[in-house]
T-cell receptor, first 113, second 116 residues
Framework: AQSVTQLGSHVSVSEGALVLLRCNYS??????LFWYVQYPNQGLQLLLK??????LVKGINGFEAEFKKSETSFHLTKPSAHMSDAAEYFC???????????FGTGTSLTVIP | EAGVAQSPRYKIIEKRQSVAFWCNPI?????LYWYQQILGQGPKLLIQ????????DSQLPKDRFSAERLKGVDSTLKIQPAKLEDSAVYLC??????????????FGQGTRLTVV
């Protein structure tokens, strides 16, 4: 079975600072990779995804992530944090031969004014 | 395009009672998922349907949980009898199930269940 590791269950950054949320997966074959955001009392909203092609993918709200096969990583970044970015972020993988999504335990992002 | 609809949004029940959740996926989406999200954790798959057939229910506690998707569209998830540890958010998601580009799942807002 796939496993997804998100380092740091809580991350705090100052407004305007770089956001870096880490995600590593375990798979010998690169899966499809996703980042979802969850605001309080809401469902999960897709931020971005990697399927094939360019390893640096851009998503909504200024977020981007880079797939690094050699490091089995898909870290999420944003150059300048905004107060509205405060939320829970989940990394997820889907094997390219299956339909199931596997989620990490999530990282709660706090943005300090 | 309408999103995934779930109801109710919130439910409070006593232990040993039964409860049902409803999900209406995005029109045309063949794959439907039910996830359980316990506070502070990531979503955990309970059951996955492809049209009206079950693809994966290996993590569904079948002694108390059941789910159906009779006509391959709407789905219901039932818990009977509920336990305190069932307190969680139940998320429904759907996906088209075809093609490389259509690979993400779309989630509903979830149903927050509190068992007291």
């Amino acid at each position: 079975a796939q496993s997804v590791t998100q380092l740091g269950s809580h991350v705090s950054v100052s407004e305007g600072a770089l956001v870096l949320l880490r995600c590593n997966y375990s798979s010998s074959v690169p899966p499809y990779l996703f980042w979802y955001v969850q605001y309080p009392n809401q469902g999960l909203q897709l931020l971005l995804k990697y399927t094939t092609g360019a390893t640096l993918v851009k998503g909504i709200n200024g977020f981007e992530a880079e797939f690094k096969k050699s490091e089995t990583s898909f870290h999420l970044t944003k150059p300048s944090a905004h107060m509205s970015d405060a939320a829970e972020y989940f990394c997820a993988v889907r094997p390219n031969t299956g339909n199931q999504f596997y989620f990490g335990t999530g990282t709660s992002l706090t943005v300090i004014p | 395009e309408a999103g995934v609809a779930q109801s109710p949004r919130y439910k409070i029940i006593e232990k040993r009672q039964s409860v049902a959740f409803w999900c209406n996926p995005i029109s045309g989406h063949a794959t439907l998922y039910w996830y359980q999200q316990i506070l502070g954790q990531g979503p955990k798959l309970l059951i996955q349907f492809q049209n009206n057939g079950v693809v994966d229910d290996s993590q569904l506690p079948k002694d108390r949980f059941s789910a159906e998707r009779l006509k391959g569209v709407d789905s219901t998830l039932k818990i009977q009898p509920a336990k305190l540890e069932d307190s969680a958010v139940y998320l429904c998601a759907s996906r088209t199930g075809t093609g490389v580009m259509n690979t993400e799942a779309f989630f509903g807002q979830g149903t927050r269940l509190t068992v007291v």
